[in-house]
């Protein structure tokens, strides 16, 4: 075994090492903020959804099962374990997409899946910071895919909820809702109370979709980074040791090598 091939392995896995535990380390610290977001932003829409259903009534299924617009979250970077498979076995057979992740869309699109059913696309937040603006985006992507439908059809968001790797679906805007027998009273007009606490529970909901899919990229590049740093590891202490095992038998064979001209020199002599 050639000592430069081993030392350059071994300079090569330290690297992988060193990068692999730095994104470990990032996600990590991402993760504690991702989570807290996630929590407040969960607990806001149970909050609006509680005080819509009082005043609206509950939401109706849709009677045409395709004129529902699925918007499927999914992991916007690589190293994250199985979350994108996850994801693309989640996605509905019927009805309009929209996918949320640019490492979920290079996979349907490399398999030429859902193709033609796509009404759009886009990155996923990579950072609590980022979850407003994102959030923002992809409420004009909706409304802008919306207009496609001639009722205005349904829209359910599709994102992967971290604990025990599940998938959760909400409805973020439906059609018609069931009649309230006895709506609270208002001070406003019930019809613009209505209309407000709904933009607020859709901006609500974007924003917990996006935090609870964030949340559930950064807590599975946790678990790979990690088990990608003990690979890499086991290997440079492989490497580490085969590297002695070599280093050790050069210096044997020079002992030798050197006994041996001792000797030779030795018997010439007399």
Known sequence: MD???????????????????????????????????AAEALAHVAELDELLARLAG?????????????????????LTGGLAERMRHAIPETGRLGIVGTRLWEILEARDLHRARVAFHLPAATSVAGLDAQARALAEAIIAALEAFADGGEVRLVHP????????????????????????????????????VAAQALEARIAAALAESLRSELKSRVVAAGQAREVAGDKLAEIEQLTRIVRQGDVTREVVELAAATLARDASSR
């Open 3 to 37: 000592l430069r091939r081993l030392e350059a392995r071994q300079s090569a896995v330290r690297t992988v090492e060193r990068v692999v535990k730095a994104v470990w380390a990032l996600a990590r610290a991402q993760l504690v903020l991702a989570e807290r977001a």
């Open 58 to 78: 509950a939401p109706r299924a849709p009677a045409d099962p395709g004129a529902v617009l699925h918007v499927v979250f999914g992991p916007e970077h690589a």
């Open 161 to 196: 909820v971290s604990e025990r790797e599940a998938v959760a679906t909400a409805v973020l805007l439906s059609g018609p809702r069931e009649a309230v027998a006895h709506p609270p009273e208002t001070l406003s007009p019930l019809p613009a109370v209505i209309a407000e």
